[in-house]
């Protein structure tokens, strides 16, 4: 026996009733970039992420300003906002796993032990 449900269904789109995943892939993988793909993967995966190579154009940049004399105030900007985001991150990611030791220690102490009683030389 078919229902209206049957008929109408395929027609009727309710919110995240489809795909609602999204991928995210770095630009370097996208077909429109300029340049050979497969060399700026590689460079992108094997040498330097986009944060590190930018890091080193920001410090040359500073560097350049400081012995010219060149005020670059805009740079000084972004170089202090990068670092606090990367500190932000780094109290998250300790705060994060904090919890994790918690959690582990009030199901598993033997193993919490283990983690804890690491030191590195």
Do not use: C
Request: glycine share 4%; hydrophobic share 40%; charged share 30%.
């Amino acid at each position: 026996m078919i229902t209206p449900f049957d008929i109408w269904a395929p027609m009727i789109r309710a919110p995240f009733s489809g795909d609602v995943t999204q991928e995210i892939t770095p630009r370097v993988l996208s077909p429109d970039i300029a340049g050979q793909t497969e060399i700026e993967r590689t460079i992108h995966t094997e040498v330097a992420s986009y944060g590190t190579q930018l890091g080193k154009i920001l410090e040359a940049l500073q560097t350049l300003s400081d012995a010219t004399k060149t005020p670059l105030p805009d740079i000084d900007k972004l170089v202090t906002k990068v670092e606090t985001a990367k500190t932000r991150n780094k109290d998250d990611l300790r705060a994060d796993a904090k919890a994790a030791l918690e959690r582990l220690r009030a199901v598993d102490e033997d193993g919490w032990r283990a983690l804890t009683s690491v030191r590195e030389p």
